[in-house]
C-alpha cells in the first residue's frame, strides 16, 4: 500500500472535526506514491493520531479568541532511500518544557475525560515498530510540525534504532 492511501484514509477519519471547525487540510495526493511496508491499520492509526494532534493544537488556539483559520500542511520529501512525511499546524504550539514530556504515557495538554496521553506514546511505538522515527519542531503560540522519518520499503524495517530528537 502506499503512504497516501495510508493518509487518505485517515484525513477522512478526521474530516468531520477537520471540517466542522473550518480547519484546512492542503496536501496533495500524487507526492505520496511511496510504498510503504508493515500493518495498513496501524500506519492509518498514527497518522490519525498525530492528526488530532494537530486539531487539538488549533482548537486551543482558537479557544483564546483569536480569529485565525486552522490549517495542517502535510508534505513529503525524498533524498535518496528516506523519506520524510511532516504534518505541520498553526496551532497553540509546544512549549520547551513540555517538549521532553511529550512522549511519555499518560502526559497530556488536554483536559478531560479524552485526555488519555497515549496518542504519541502508541503511534512512537507503532512507528519503531516499522523502522521509522517520529520527532517533532515547534514554536510555542505558532505551531507544530511532526516528522516522520522513514527509509524505502526494501530496508524499511531492518533497525530497530531510533531517535526522538527532541
Same mark, same amino acid.
Given at each position: ?55 487539538? *493544537? ?6 483564546? !479568541?483569536? +480569529?485565525?483559520?486552522? $490549517?495542517?500542511?502535510? &508534505?513529503?520529501? %525524498? ?43 502508541? *503511534? ?6 516499522? !523502522?521509522? +522515527?517520529?520527532?517533532? $519542531?515547534?514554536?510555542? &503560540?505558532?505551531? %507544530? ?22
Amino acid at each position: 500500500f502506499t503512504l497516501g492511501y495510508a493518509l487518505d484514509k485517515a484525513i477522512k477519519i478526521c474530516e468531520i472535526q477537520t471540517k466542522s471547525k473550518g480547519i484546512q487540510v492542503i496536501w496533495k495526493t500524487e507526492d505520496f506514491e511511496i510504498e510503504i511496508t508493515g500493518h495498513q491499520n496501524q500506519w492509518i492509526q498514527v497518522l490519525r493520531n498525530l492528526l488530532q494532534n494537530s486539531i487539538d *493544537a488549533i482548537d486551543r488556539k482558537a479557544a483564546k !479568541g483569536n +480569529n485565525f483559520t486552522g $490549517q495542517i500542511e502535510i &508534505t513529503i520529501a %525524498t533524498k535518496g532511500d528516506k523519506h520524510q512525511l511532516q504534518i505541520t499546524d498553526n496551532g497553540d504550539g509546544i512549549e520547551e518544557q513540555d517538549m521532553p514530556k511529550i512522549l511519555n504515557p499518560l502526559f497530556s495538554r488536554k483536559e478531560g475525560p479524552n485526555s488519555t496521553g497515549l496518542g504519541l506514546t502508541v *503511534a512512537f511505538r507503532i512507528l519503531n515498530e516499522h !523502522g521509522a +522515527n517520529l520527532f517533532f $519542531q515547534s514554536v510555542p &503560540t505558532s505551531g %507544530t510540525t511532526a516528522i516522520i522519518s522513514l527509509k524505502s520499503p526494501e530496508i524499511q524495517g531492518s533497525s530497530q534504532v531510533f531517535d526522538t530528537k527532541i
